[in-house]
């Protein structure tokens, strides 16, 4: 059990291009969640898998983000033609059919130039 | 609409100092209340799941306590590796939603 692994921890890209991030869950998880976290506030909801399902997408994922999770394994947070605002930590976290701990990974940090 | 409230929003503690960060919270049926670490630039780091009230539950230098609308962070004679920002977050469940929402925080500040 290697924990919650995303990737890249660190990007850096220019308004209006696409990036995408991975997120690798604790192996058996089948609920998987994205978040995002900006500097003094805590993590808001993106949105929920379990299994291969998408169940819930918050208001704050515009039409511009997409998550997948091919096969319930890992999953993917694509976000196309960035904006400043979209600058901050994406959390991914998962858990299993108990619900009964809830794990992060390190994050992926965005900042859009 | 389900809501976390955390206090103080910042906190400075002389080593050995205890004290106690507070989370209140109004949800439409409590399903789990979970309390986290975040260090700067990490990830949080699950630290207690609490599902009724009364219910207590410790590690090491900490102790979650639960009533029936706030979560008590207990902190004992603290050191400065305690120091972070500490979240209270409640699990909203029903349907096919299944979400931690979170409050925004207590930085807690440890000196020597």
């Known amino acids: 059990d290697t924990g919650v692994s995303q990737d890249p921890r660190h990007k850096i890209t220019k308004r209006g291009q696409n990036v995408t991030f991975r997120c690798d869950p604790i192996s058996e998880h089948n609920r998987l969640y994205w978040y995002r976290q900006t500097l003094g506030q805590g993590p808001e909801f993106l949105t929920y898998?379990?299994?291969?399902?998408?169940?819930?997408k918050s208001r704050l994922l515009s039409d511009r983000f997409s998550a997948e999770r091919p096969k319930g394994s890992f999953s993917t947070l694509e976000i196309q033609r960035t904006e400043q605002g979209d600058s901050a930590m994406y959390l991914c976290a998962s858990t299993d059919s108990s619900g009964n701990t809830i794990y992060f990974g390190e994050g992926s940090w965005l900042t859009v130039v | 609409e389900d809501q976390v409230t955390q206090s103080p929003e910042a906190l400075r503690l002389q080593e050995g100092e205890s004290s106690s960060l507070n989370c209140s919270y109004t949800v439409s049926g409590l399903r789990g209340l979970f309390w986290y670490r975040q260090d700067p630039g990490k990830g949080p780091e699950f630290l207690f799941t609490?599902?009724?009230a009364g219910e207590e539950k410790e590690k090491e230098r900490l102790k979650a306590t639960l009533t029936k609308k706030e979560s008590f962070l207990h902190i004992t004679a603290p050191k400065p590796e305690d120091s972070a920002t500490y979240l209270c977050?409640?699990?909203?469940?029903?349907?096919?939603?299944?979400?931690?929402?979170f409050g925004t925080g207590t930085l807690l500040a440890v000196q020597p």
């Open positions: 898998f379990q299994n291969e399902a998408q169940l819930e």
């Open positions: 977050a409640v699990l909203h469940y029903g349907g096919a939603t299944n979400k931690l929402i």
């Open positions: 609490l599902y009724s």
